[in-house]
């Protein structure tokens, strides 16, 4: 498959994958619904995960940019910066993203927004100064990539959706403690059968579905290296720049579990020698990423 079958073979996958996460979500507020006899929850439950998914569609770009901290990058201040994008842009027929600045020492970078037209890319002061200009192109070029590629409508949307999900787990689980399913034990054998499936999901679900996205993210991450590598016509500038970043021990202060998987490189390291860690990680190992590049003919 092409690249740019790949591109609509991902577009279809976005909104198949929200389905999906809806469909969960609402599944567990029914489950929820029958354990505790109130038909509310699951209206509560429906509403509460368009609004979410309303939300993360629209505002999505703005709560990660608060996060971070990032400030808008002007043209006149970083000229450079804003010709390497404007290029690359024109070059890959995507209109110019805003460009942040993110006042963080770590080099890194990362791209949000609910399609190309409301794109942003973001930047580390540490990603400036610490990469040459090839290096830099690759990084912008692999950001350019998620962009073009359709992965940053649903970096957003499933991280809130997989949030949901464990919020309403939690949710559960805390129930238990609280006696709130006592009286589904005084229904027989339907009520403890309803308690287990429930119990089942609020444990469950949350890992599901966190095991799904990071499977995603590290799919995408292979196919963003590859397209940015087809956008700047030189892949060792990419590979180099993930060296570099994955070997920089700065920690990045604004990191978080909810905005890891949309760095460039993962920001949240395993500690090594943990291999069960690992399998949590949002990224590809940078070696299998750095292998891939240098083994592209373009």
Do not use: C
């Amino acid at each position: 498959m092409s690249l740019y079958k790949q591109k609509e073979s991902n577009i279809r996958k976005t909104w198949l994958l929200m389905s999906l996460f809806l469909i969960v979500v609402i599944a567990i507020g029914w489950v929820f619904s029958q354990l505790y006899g109130n038909s509310v929850i699951l209206v509560v439950a429906i509403t509460f995960s368009f609004v979410m998914s309303f939300v993360s569609y629209w505002y999505s770009d703005k709560i990660v940019l608060k996060i971070s901290k990032a400030k808008e990058a002007k043209k006149e201040n970083m000229p450079e910066l804003y010709n390497i994008v404007e290029n690359l842009s024109i070059t890959a027929g995507l209109p110019m993203p805003r460009i942040y600045l993110i006042n963080e020492k770590a080099p890194n970078a990362f791209a949000t927004g609910r399609n190309p037209e409301h794109a942003v890319v973001a930047v580390t002061s540490g990603l400036v100064e610490r990469l040459d200009r090839s290096e830099l192109e690759g990084v912008l070029a692999h950001e350019l990539a998620h962009i073009g590629n359709r992965d940053i409508l649903l970096s957003t949307v499933v991280v809130v959706l997989v949030g949901f999900v464990a919020l309403l787990g939690d949710f559960f689980l805390r129930s238990l403690f609280w006696g709130g399913l006592g009286r589904d034990r005084n229904r027989g054998n339907s009520g403890i059968y309803l308690m287990i499936i429930g119990l089942a999901l609020a444990i469950l679900a949350p890992i599901a579905t966190t095991l799904i996205h990071l499977a995603i993210s590290r799919k995408r991450e292979f196919l963003a290296d590859s397209s940015g590598a087809l956008l700047t016509r030189y892949p060792e500038g990419l590979a180099s720049a993930l060296i570099k970043i994955s070997q920089d021990d700065t920690p990045l202060r604004i990191a978080n579990r909810a905005t890891n998987h949309l760095w460039i490189s993962e920001p949240r390291k395993p500690k090594k020698g943990l291999g069960f860690g690992k399998l949590f990680t949002t990224h590809p190992p940078t070696e299998e990423r750095v292998r891939r590049l240098r083994g592209l003919e373009i």
